[in-house]
């Protein structure tokens, strides 16, 4: 798989990362420990070399992220977080420098790992001066213990005071077909202070793979069912999106996630999504949408369809909302 930088910081990855959250938090059940290895070194095997985690997705995410590339941690980048109290995302925000500390040692110890490669904030505490958060990670740096800073969610004005303090390597935040938001506001600050982009959420949490529709049920425990934009109306009314995609899809003998993924890939030489999933079948699917090469034309036509579509639904619950975007 071909290698991307992430901004001006010289942090190579492999162009698609693979998202470990879902293994164990969020869609549903947890994968079984030694299927999720096996999920994670296949992954290598195909040539991903970049692995999120974050002590928010219990500390089981991170053991097990720790466990599966041990043996080929040097050739691998691993990304992990902090901020939220007791790394419980129910609880709250809590960025204190106190906190920070304990979270890279307590994430060192989970990951099996001297170093870690890329320290974001989980989300932005407005309690605490994002002045300190930088501060503080900048010492681990220092320190050793860090090698990158990265943000998550962050509003401009957020990432111009951590990027002041310490440089930001990346920003993680959600950006698909179907979530165009960042391009108004992030990307071009992104782009002016040399900062990466890693993409959650590539594929709209499944839904531009093809694979949900309106009669689709999710397991009771999966975050989907309290997100507006899965609601059966609305999933019924943003299926004319995923019909064009896979329209294209056809033409070009791939599969609508592989276009949505090469779009993506398409829009910045700095922006690399990070699809997850517990399934071998789909990695290896989306691997191959790291090698999609759209048009022109193609892209004007995706483009079209979602200026067309008039997407249902907002991404987030609007307790969770609050949180973004500071």
């Known amino acids: ?18 998202g470990c ?6 869609y549903g059940p947890a994968t079984e420990k030694d299927a999720a290895i096996k999920l ?9 070399t970049f692995f999120d985690t974050a002590e928010a997705y219990g500390k089981a995410n991170e053991e097990v992220v720790g466990e599966a590339v041990a043996p080929f941690r040097k050739e691998v980048v691993i990304a992990t977080k ?7 995302s129910k609880k709250g925000l809590d960025s204190r420098p106190e906190r920070i500390r304990a979270v890279a040692e307590e994430s060192l110890r989970r990951l099996k790992t ?25 010492d681990l740096i220092k320190e050793g213990k860090v090698k990158h800073f990265g943000l998550s969610e962050a509003g401009v004005a957020s ?36 900062i990466g982009f890693v993409t959650f959420s590539p594929l709209g ?31 019924k009314a943003n299926q004319k999106l995923v019909d064009l995609l896979s329209t294209i899809a056809s033409e070009k003998h791939a599969t609508t996630a592989q276009i949505a993924l090469g779009w993506l890939l398409a829009q910045k030489p700095w922006i690399v999504p990070i699809p997850g ?14 090698s999609i090469q759209l048009s022109a034309g193609d892209i004007r036509a995706i483009d079209d369809a979602f200026k067309a579509t008039n997407i249902q639904g907002e991404r987030y619950p609007a307790s969770l909302q609050s949180r973004v975007g500071k």
């Not at 959250?21 to 969020?26: A, H, I, K, V, Y």
């Not at 994670?40 to 991903?48: D, K």
């Not at 999933?277 to 790291?290: M, P, Y």
């Open 40 to 48: 994670i070194r296949s992954a290598y095997e195909q040539g991903i």
């Open 277 to 290: 999933t517990t399934k071998l079948h789909r990695l290896t699917e989306n691997i191959g949408g790291a």
């Open 82 to 88: 902090f901020g939220f109290i007791d790394g419980d």
């Open 114 to 138: 001297d170093v870690i490669d890329l320290f974001y904030q989980h989300r932005v505490d407005p309690q605490v001066p994002m002045e300190d958060v930088a501060g503080t990670v900048k």
């Open 159 to 194: 990432i111009r005071k951590a990027h002041a303090v310490q440089p930001v390597t990346a920003l993680q935040s959600e950006y698909s077909i179907w979530w165009r938001e960042p391009e108004k506001e992030i990307i071009p600050v992104l782009e002016e202070l040399g």
């Open 205 to 235: 949490k499944g839904f531009l793979t093809g694979a949900i529709n309106e009669n689709t049920k999710f397991d009771p425990t999966d975050f989907r069912n309290i997100v507006p934009r899965f609601t059966e109306e609305n999933r």
């Open 21 to 26: 959250m879902g293994l164990n938090f969020g």
């Open 1 to 18: 798989m071909k290698k991307r930088v992430l901004g001006k910081s010289g942090f190579e990855v492999s162009a698609l990362g693979l």
